[in-house]
């Protein structure tokens, strides 16, 4: 093992974790064991939670909220804690990082890089802790005073995929805490260990015992039992759109819980003539191939206006075949594994239907052996046309779709031509293009002459069936509270009965 990088080559034995309740590790008699989908070895073994382990989390999340250990504090105290998680996640990146690319296939560097923004997202959620207020009324006459609060919601379910296990995890966890929520999280049973990691964390920077707790086991058990929960007053569920559909019929079916649902994408770039094209084409090898495409944001439509869509689809191609797809722990790997086998034999599937459709292969097209782990090339099809499997489904994968256009209403309309409605791009150098696109495509994130850039003041979310509400930032605290109206009598009151 290198000394200056000992991390970088796979450990000699699965390592275990408990799950975490009321500040306190606990074991189980069932474990479930995660085989590195990069290399094909055993990595961690976690703990396959009881609903009598769920139920205990949900207690203790209870309790620790009605006492007011944690609602009861200052902003600026909670603020305190979020910004110690910021400087220990600073000193245990790279650690973090490891067992991140480990459970999940994505590349070291990119790893890290995720790590570094939710150090950010940990800043951003402190300064939002001491921020957060509600509002007054001055207008009510000179008998009323109004005032609106902000209180926190209660017991958060905090249910999150396998794509990004910390990074979609740590842009909510700072917001909750911000707003004095207390949480249950149930990770992915695939990529659960730094969702347990960061129980570590914060309790080393002085979270009370109880607010935040982790189950683990299969989202089927934990995940269903979680979304039903008569005692949790709110879940966020980030994930596919018909587990989305399932938690929205738990939440009516129990005590209907609050939802913040982040969902599933087929997410345009719309690329014009105009667009300065060796940008546009990095841009969208970037927004296909990053993360493998298993990203919900990822830009999986190509909408190329139709006087360059060859020449732009052929410079993209180039791009795309220059990828370095490899072991996500060699330094120099752009593209990783393929996190699960399901994900792997779906998008093999997905690039077979597309061939059989007609679509045109121009990058990519199928597995790439490196003797051990799952690969995909990142994959390029033309001549899609838009009733296709290919161009209407969210893949998950490295597979971009290229449709073609030749008005700016046809881009328009293209773009919109989805139940989903996350992200979309536009690549021109117009101003009047650019700003008619992004106010007329449905999708909560928007981004004009670059893709997947922001932090975490800036709100996530869907419109259509990408989801409800909106994480990150003020309004991803706000999103966690309730608002209450309070109204103040000035004076003698006008009775009723004289
Ligand atoms: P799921 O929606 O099944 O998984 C997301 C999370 O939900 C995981 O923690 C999972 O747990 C949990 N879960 C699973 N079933 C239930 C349930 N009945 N009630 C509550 N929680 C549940 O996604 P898949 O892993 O099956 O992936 C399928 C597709 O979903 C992908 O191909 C992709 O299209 C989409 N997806 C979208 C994501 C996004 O960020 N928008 C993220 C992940 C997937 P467990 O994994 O332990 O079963």
Redesign the pocket.
Known sequence: MDQKNPHLSTPTAARNFGFFVDGQWRDGTERFERASPGHGTPVTRTVRCTVEDLNAAVAAARLAFEDRRWSGLSGAARAGVLLRVAEILRRRRDEIAYWEVLENGKPISQARGEIDHCIACFEVGAGAARMLHGDSFNSLGDDLFGMVLHEPIGVVGL??????PFL?LCERVPFILASGCTMVV?????TSATTLLLAEVLAEAGLPAGVYNVVT????V???A??EHPDVDMLS????????R??VH?AADSNFKKLGL????KNPIIVFSDADLEDAADGAAFGISFNTG???VSSSRLIVERSVAADFEKLLAEKMAKIRVGDPLDEATQVGAIT?E??NA?ILDYIARGKAAGARLLAGGGPIDLGRGQYIAPTLFSGVSRDMPIARD???GPVLCSMHFDTVEEAIQLANDTVYG?AASVWTKNIDKALTVSRRVRAGRFWVNTIMAGGPEMPLGGFKQSGWGREAGMYGVEEYTQVKSVHVEIGKRTHWIA
């Open positions: 249910i999150t995929p396998w794509n990004f979609i149930k990770p992915s049973e695939v086991g299969s989202g089927r934990i995940g269903q979680l979304s569920f980030t994930g596919s759109t018909a587990v989305g399932s938690c738990a982040e969902l599933g994408g298993q990203c919900c699960t399901a994900q779906t969210e893949i998950f996350l």
